[in-house]
């Protein structure tokens, strides 16, 4: 069966520093995609970064970017110059190519920006 | 674009009612996903639909549970006799094709079942 596993509950970082969430993965599929997305309190979920496991280079998208460690099935978010608005749950998901295309995910990271 | 709607956006019933929640996607986008997700967990997958074409759906989807997209454009999906295990936030997602295209969220209805 496919999992996600996000071992970490909850993080804490103060604003303006830089916090990594981990994230890891089981499949034995060579073609899928992994996603973090963001849900705010009593707000939509809202897509975080997008990578396809066929390309070697990590995502970015402004101060975000993964590392992601095919090999290891790893795939953590990276969060620069940490903002109060990052303040939520951040859930890693995966998704393999074809089909449904479905998302399982992780039960989430629950960040908190301290000022 | 709007982005995914969903209402009611809070539903309180009890037990033994049927309840229906609508969803409705981005205009072009054919496909369309339920999830459910409870208190602390990450949302769980409960069904896809292709256009109009129910093509997946989970274990978690018991015959209690049915859902439809007529004409391939907004769906629904309704809960009969409830059960208090069914309190939870329903989310709809959708997308516009294969390639692991992105899923955008609705704001989700969330359930309570006395």
């Known amino acids: 069966a496919q999992t996600v596993t996000q071992s970490q509950p909850e993080m804490s970082v103060q604003e303006a520093e830089t916090v990594t969430l981990s994230c890891t993965y089981d499949t034995s599929e060579s073609d899928y995609y992994l996603f973090w997305y963001k849900q705010p309190p009593s707000r939509q979920m809202i897509l975080v970064i997008r990578q396809e496991a066929y390309k070697q280079q990590n995502a970015t998208e402004n101060r975000f970017s993964v590392n992601f460690q095919k090999a290891a099935k790893s795939f953590s978010l990276k969060i620069s110059d940490s903002q109060l608005g990052d303040a939520a749950m951040y859930f890693c998901?995966?998704?393999?190519?074809?089909?449904?295309?479905?998302?399982?995910f992780g039960k989430g990271t629950k960040l908190t920006v301290n000022p | 674009d709007t982005g995914v709607s969903q209402n009611p956006r809070h539903k309180i019933t009890k037990r033994g009612q049927n309840v229906t929640f609508r969803c409705d996607p981005i205009?072009?986008?054919?496909?369309l996903y339920w999830y459910r997700q409870t208190l602390g967990q990450g949302p769980e997958f409960l069904t896809y639909?292709?256009?109009?074409?129910?093509?997946?759906k989970s274990r978690l989807l018991s015959d209690r549970f049915s859902a439809e997209r007529p004409k391939g454009s907004f769906s629904t999906l309704e809960i009969q006799r409830t059960e208090q295990g069914d309190s939870a936030m329903y989310l709809c997602a959708s997308s516009a094709g294969q390639g692991g295209g992105t899923q955008y969220f609705g704001p989700g209805t969330r359930l309570t079942v006395l």
């Open positions: 639909f292709q256009n109009e074409a129910q093509l997946e």
């Open positions: 205009s072009e986008h054919n496909r």
């Open positions: 998901a995966y998704t393999t190519q074809g089909g449904s295309e479905k998302l399982v």
